[in-house]
C-alpha cells in the first residue's frame, strides 16, 4: 500500500513538472508576439502573431534555455507572494527583448551578408 502510494505520488509529481516545463516553452515561444505588438500596435493581429512567431525561428531552443534562466526568479517572487516581481518582470522583460533584438540582427546578417571589398 505505502509503495503504490509512492508511486503514485512520483508519477505525480513528475507529471507536474513536465506539464510546467511545457507551459514555460510555450510561453517562451508566444512571447516575441506581446514584444511585437508593443513594438508596432498599427499591425493587424494576424500579422503581429506572424511576426512573432517568425522572430524566433531558428532561435526557438536558445532562447528557450535563455529564459530557463529565469525559472528560479519567478519561482522566488511566487513564495514571497509576487513582491519580487517589482524586481524580476522588468529585468526579464529588457533581458528578453535584448536576446530577441541580437537574434534578429545576426538573422539579417546572415540573410544579407555584406560583400568584400578586395
Given at each position: 500500500w505505502t509503495a503504490a502510494s509512492t508511486a503514485l505520488q512520483l508519477g505525480a509529481m513528475t507529471e507536474l513538472l513536465l506539464a510546467g516545463i511545457i507551459t514555460y516553452y510555450i510561453h517562451s515561444c508566444l512571447l516575441p508576439i506581446r514584444y511585437c505588438l508593443a513594438s508596432h500596435p498599427e499591425y493587424s493581429i494576424i500579422m503581429v502573431f506572424q511576426r512573432g512567431i517568425s522572430s524566433l525561428s531558428g532561435f526557438?531552443?536558445?532562447f528557450f534555455r535563455f529564459r530557463l534562466g529565469f525559472l528560479l526568479w519567478f519561482l522566488m517572487s511566487q513564495l514571497t507572494y509576487s513582491a519580487m516581481d517589482i524586481f524580476v518582470l522588468p529585468y526579464s522583460s529588457a533581458s528578453s527583448m535584448i536576446f530577441l533584438q541580437?537574434?534578429?540582427?545576426?538573422r539579417q546578417l546572415s540573410e544579407n551578408p555584406e560583400p568584400e571589398n578586395e
Open positions: 526557438r531552443g536558445r541580437q537574434a534578429a540582427r545576426v
